[in-house]
């Protein structure tokens, strides 16, 4: 999401061109898509996915994560950013929505994807170890074909 979210240099890009963007993907045969969005597509592109995949860690590993990022950037520039992102800011504003999305976000996700197994491929990944599982097993399938 955030390479037709954010221009380089981190700012964002106008609303109608991530719209633009965000329903031709939706409107190709196969997507994949990682990341949030915003309020107004997320729920859109759950409903219209065939397959989903919920990392659901504890929310320390996540703030973890973000450091480490944040740490490791002063290296090299974090894989599928824009350009020139603002990396302090960036780390910032991902601490505040973790917190947010842990208390608001997360339990809707559980919700949703424990209905969608129903109709759907679900793939609800709680720990480290499930999501190299989970990459093993993708692996193998694309070996496979």
Same mark, same amino acid.
């Given at each position: 999401?955030? /390479?037709? =979210? ?11 061109? *991530?719209?633009?963007?965000?329903? =031709? ?20 592109? #759950? ?9 659901? #860690?504890?929310?320390?590993?996540? !703030? ?33 929505? #973790?917190? #947010?999305?842990? /208390? *608001? ?6 919700? @949703?994807?424990?209905?969608? =197994?129903?109709? /759907?491929?679900? @793939? ?9 599982? !989970? ?11």
């Amino acid at each position: 999401m955030d /390479k037709i =979210q954010y221009q380089s240099g981190g700012a964002e890009v106008p609303n109608e061109e *991530y719209k633009r963007t965000y329903d =031709q993907i939706l409107a190709t045969d196969r997507w994949i898509i990682d990341g949030f969005g915003c309020r107004e597509t997320i729920w859109l592109r #759950l409903n219209e996915a065939d397959s989903l995949v919920l990392v659901d #860690l504890p929310l320390y590993v996540h !703030f973890w994560w973000v450091t480490k990022r944040l740490i490791s950037c002063s290296f090299i520039s974090p894989e599928g950013w824009s350009e020139n992102s603002p990396i302090l800011k960036s780390s910032i504003n991902s601490y505040r929505a #973790l917190w #947010l999305c842990h /208390k *608001y976000l997360t339990p809707r996700y559980r919700e @949703y994807v424990d209905r969608a =197994q129903k109709t /759907k491929s679900v @793939y609800h990944i709680r720990s480290t170890e499930e999501i190299s599982q !989970f990459f093993d097993s993708i692996l193998q399938m694309t070996n496979d074909c």
